[in-house]
């Protein structure tokens, strides 16, 4: 399949002069923990049936690059919490070369895949909240720190490509901001702190949980110099639209300490909730049952399961650029909201 064009008009613009480029699919809505910011347990999962399967999965990842899309995350619930995953991966990466597959985890499931996942250049988002494992145990529900840990050395030795995210909560992981952001010291890892979005009807969020980017930087300035990063294009020229493509919403910084030490990583923020980045938004997701949804923050969904199994996949890629067109701006939402900003929790919808 050829490439497309980047020199003629995208047919996934919006209204607003933004163009989908990047697919989030979510595989499953089942994960093997119950992070309490994420996943309410009292919910039921998607029952197997109205879940999309792997070749419907993979026709709808046709159409999107057929549209322009060139960069496809994988995200659950737990990705490898559906049987067949992997395998589904392995598939994507031969049929679709040119793509460039990521995949978001809770990294409790990985070992089994890891050479795999270096051999067919995947790059992970480990989603790790604390390192301490008391406090992993009382977020996620599972006593299994130990094992993401060993799973995430294991990844840097065989050098995968490795982002660390913990979600920023006041008076429950605040006081790791030096054990977590040092990993970044040792290692060439990303590590982002996520501000604490209000998600979903049943979510915990509140003010007094909720810790500000601006907070957690003069945190991280009380431990490190801090440089920021600027991306550079393989001529060494920087570039600001690269940069933004590239690093999605995080800001990034080097870290440098008293000794005069540079991070063999970066620091990182990704303000979701003080500062919008929704003006360069390029996503589109696609649920675990079959809908397209253009915006994080907008419960508005298009299903297309049924769809494409009664009509086809021209129906399926109108439909596709009739959400994109229609995309909203999730900051005017979370403005407008007095409350959380989406009836879904992150579960359902796939982050």
Known sequence: ???PNEALPSPL?????????????????????CCRYCRDDSVPFIPHENILRFEEIEQIIEAAIELGVHKLRFTGGEPFARKGFLDFLIKIHRRFPQVALKLTSNGTLLAPALETLRDIGVSVN???DSLDREKYAAITGKDMLPVVLDNMHRMLDLGIPLKINAVAMRGINDNELPALAAMAMDWPVDVRFIEFMPMGDSTIWSNNLFWPA???????????TLEPVA??????????GQAAEERGPAKLWKLKDEKGRVSKGSFGLITSVTQSFCQSCNRLRLTA??????????DREYPIRDVMRKKGMDEVKRIMIDAVARKPVGAEILAASHGPVAHKRMSAIGG
């Open 1 to 3: 399949m050829a490439e």
């Open 13 to 33: 613009t919006d209204a607003h002069g933004r163009t989908v480029r990047y697919l989030r699919i979510s595989v499953t809505d089942r994960c093997n923990l």
């Open 126 to 128: 480990l989603s790790l």
């Open 214 to 224: 601006a907070d957690i930087l003069e945190e991280a300035r009380r431990h490190w």
């Open 231 to 240: 991306l550079r294009r393989k001529d060494g020229q920087e570039n600001e």
């Open 289 to 298: 049952e079959g809908n397209l949804r253009t915006c994080l923050f907008d």
